[in-house]
T-cell receptor
Framework: AQTVTQSQPEMSVQEAETVTLSCTYDTSENNYYLFWYKQPPSRQMILVIR??????QNATENRFSVNFQKAAKSFSLKISDSQLGDTAMYFCAFVIPNTGNQFYFGTGTSLTVIP | DAGVIQSPRHEVTEMGQEVTLRCKPISGHNSLFWYRQTMMRGLELLIYFNNNVPIDDSGMPEDRFSAKMPNASFSTLKIQPSEPRDSAVYFC???????????????FGDGTRLSIL
């Protein structure tokens, strides 16, 4: 079975500080893709960052970066220089190729950036 | 480019009524997903289609729920009869297969907030 676990239901961070959201997953597959999505109060689901499991280099997108530890099945998201607009729910997800594009989502972490 | 379009944005109806949610995926995308989001259960996959064919509907809660995708540009999720516990935000998402299946992220619509009184 494929599962995604986000063990931090809620987190907060001071504006301009750095915060790390954790995500672990379980799969017996070797090739897959990992994603972080952001859902602000407007409830849109916005793709933040993507990581291919076969790549050792951690993905980065501006202030967002991941720490991908394949052996540990860990995929944490680091947000640097936090901004008020980063306040949102963050969902970790992965998909296994050639299985029909089904995504497996975690339960989310609610992040609040404090001014 | 137009994103995934869902309608209506909000729906309020009385228990027992039929509810139909609509989704237009991004043109060229061949996978479509219906999700339900609640505070208690988070984001749940209800059903998904590949090339208009339902692949996995194991997430559909019960027979009151049904989904169709008559063509590549339109899908519906129907609840009949509706119950108060169906109140949730329902998302539709689509993805393509450029670069191989799984390489493309899902693009979400803005969701339909459904309230059953």
């Amino acid at each position: 079975a494929q599962t995604v676990t986000q063990s931090q239901p809620e987190m907060s961070v001071q504006e301009a500080e750095t915060v790390t959201l954790s995500c672990t997953y379980d799969t017996s597959e070797n090739n897959y893709y990992l994603f972080w999505y952001k859902q602000p109060p407007s409830r849109q689901m916005i793709l933040v960052i993507r990581q291919e499991a076969y790549k050792q280099q951690n993905a980065t997108e501006n202030r967002f970066s991941v720490n991908f530890q394949k052996a540990a099945k860990s995929f944490s998201l680091k947000i640097s220089d936090s901004q008020l607009g980063d306040t949102a729910m963050y969902f970790c997800a992965f998909v296994i190729p050639n299985t029909g594009n089904q995504f497996y989502f975690g339960t989310g972490t609610s992040l609040t950036v404090i001014p | 480019d137009a994103g995934v379009i869902q309608s209506p944005r909000h729906e309020v109806t009385e228990m027992g009524q039929e509810v139909t949610l609509r989704c237009k995926p991004i043109s060229g995308h061949n996978s479509l997903f219906w999700y339900r989001q609640t505070m208690m259960r988070g984001l749940e996959l209800l059903i998904y289609f590949n090339n208009n064919v339902p692949i996995d509907d194991s997430g559909m809660p019960e027979d009151r729920f049904s989904a169709k995708m008559p063509n590549a540009s339109f899908s519906t999720l129907k609840i009949q009869p509706s119950e108060p516990r169906d109140s949730a935000v329902y998302f539709c998402a689509s993805s393509g297969t450029g670069g191989g299946i799984g390489n493309q992220p899902q693009h979400f619509g803005d969701g339909t907030r459904l309230s059953i009184l």
